[in-house]
């Protein structure tokens, strides 16, 4: 395999944890947690593994400045932003306003969860509206290119290829820390993710399936993203591995309101985990994804020997979000 430029600022390996009180009250199979909200950069997670590679890569470039885009809790910006203080890169975050806002309006509003934190860490922010999302980046990465702010587009999400194999490496971490669970259940939205595990999973010989649980996506639409993503990661990793979109495992039985909108499945998942473990889920990714497995488990779809593990992908910034203020 390629050697791939890398900075070193993520703490790992993240610990692995049983979930034995979380287990024994929902009656089903042996549950671990991999605790990738515990990554150490601005309260951790997924992000910043991808990012380790990312800012190598702008690094490489010459770059001065990260720009990339999201919505208003987005936890891929505030880890941005995170990783360009500790690196000594500008950031500019191009956030949409929540949906029926204006710009001007979206701009007042009262700084909570991740919008706080990227203020604190001193991300430049740049409100658009999602039809204009496309040309408001575009404008902003050229007038930091005019300004002399070498600027360097990091894809939403951190989901291209150089940030995916950052999950490959992740599957290899668990591998080395002698775990081996039936299952990875884990939220997926941009894809980068799931690409790399599935990609990782097959590169480093893990035999479980990997089960992605649809953030916003149908099935079809996520399972071809994803495959697409894992191809040009093996490319990229010089493997000669190849993913169809019937490789990838999807479930998209638990998308709820849509992006962002808490319901009441998230809400159960986030206090059971809280009150059974102490453990702090997030509305939007993992507290989705968490009701998914709960459900799973409920309708009895593992085998009682089976071990499920949990993979905590981070986000619980947004729980102190305005916004989801109903959550306890
Ligand atoms: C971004 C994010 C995800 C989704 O990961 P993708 O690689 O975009 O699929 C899951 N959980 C949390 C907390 C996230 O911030």
């Known amino acids: 395999?390629?050697?791939?430029?890398?900075?070193?600022?993520?703490?790992?390996?993240?610990?692995?944890?049983?979930?034995?009180?979380?287990?024994?009250?929902?009656?089903?199979?042996?549950?671990?947690?991999?605790?990738?909200?515990?990554?150490?950069?601005a309260l951790g997670g997924n992000k910043t593994r991808k990012l380790e590679f990312l800012l190598a890569e702008a690094q490489a470039n010459g770059a001065r400045t990260l720009i990339t885009a999201g919505a208003i809790q987005s936890n891929h910006c505030r880890q941005t932003a995170a990783a360009a203080a500790r690196q000594g890169f500008g950031c500019i975050l191009v956030l949409n306003a929540p949906e029926g806002q204006s710009v001007a309006e979206a701009s007042l509003q009262p700084l909570s969860g991740n919008l706080l934190l990227d203020r604190l860490m001193g991300a430049e922010i740049v409100w658009t509206t999602l039809e204009e999302r496309q040309h408001t980046l575009q404008a902003t990465f050229q007038s930091a290119w005019q300004d002399g702010k070498r600027p360097f587009l990091i894809p939403y999400g951190g989901s291209n290829a150089v940030g995916a194999s950052s999950y490959a490496f992740a599957i290899q971490e668990m591998i080395d820390q002698e775990i081996h669970p039936d299952w990875i259940v884990f939220p997926s939205s941009s894809g980068g993710t799931q690409a790399g595990m599935a990609?990782?999973?097959?590169?480093?010989?893990?035999?479980?399936?990997?089960?992605?649980?649809?953030?916003?996506?149908?099935?079809?639409?996520?399972?071809?993203?994803?495959?697409?993503?894992?191809?040009?990661?093996?490319?990229?990793?010089?493997?000669?591995?190849?993913?169809?979109?019937?490789?990838?495992?999807?479930?998209?039985?638990?998308?709820?309101?849509?992006?962002?909108?808490?319901?009441?499945?998230?809400?159960?998942?986030?206090?059971?985990?809280?009150?059974?473990?102490?453990?702090?889920?997030?509305?939007?990714?993992?507290?989705?994804?968490?009701?998914?497995?709960?459900?799973?488990?409920?309708?009895?779809?593992?085998?009682?020997?089976?071990?499920?593990?949990?993979?905590?992908?981070?986000?619980?910034?947004?729980?102190?979000?305005?916004?989801?203020?109903?959550?306890?």
Not at 230 to 245: C, P, V
Not at 303 to 328: D, I, K, M, N, S
């Open 199 to 328: 990609l990782g999973a097959r590169l480093f010989g893990f035999n479980g399936q990997v089960l992605g649980i649809s953030v916003d996506e149908q099935a079809s639409v996520l399972q071809s993203r994803v495959a697409n993503l894992a191809n040009e990661t093996a490319e990229f990793l010089g493997e000669k591995q190849r993913f169809e979109a019937g490789d990838i495992l999807v479930n998209d039985g638990y998308l709820g309101g849509g992006y962002g909108v808490m319901g009441e499945p998230e809400r159960e998942a986030v206090n059971l985990f809280a009150r059974h473990e102490g453990i702090l889920l997030d509305p939007v990714y993992t507290g989705r994804a968490a009701a998914g497995l709960i459900d799973l488990i409920r309708k009895g779809q593992f085998a009682a020997g089976e071990t499920l593990l949990f993979w905590h992908t981070g986000g619980a910034p947004a729980l102190f979000a305005e916004r989801y203020r109903q959550v306890a």
């Open 1 to 41: 395999m390629k050697t791939i430029p890398r900075l070193r600022f993520a703490h790992l390996p993240t610990p692995v944890e049983t979930l034995p009180r979380l287990a024994a009250a929902l009656g089903g199979p042996k549950l671990l947690i991999k605790r990738d909200d515990q990554t150490g950069l």
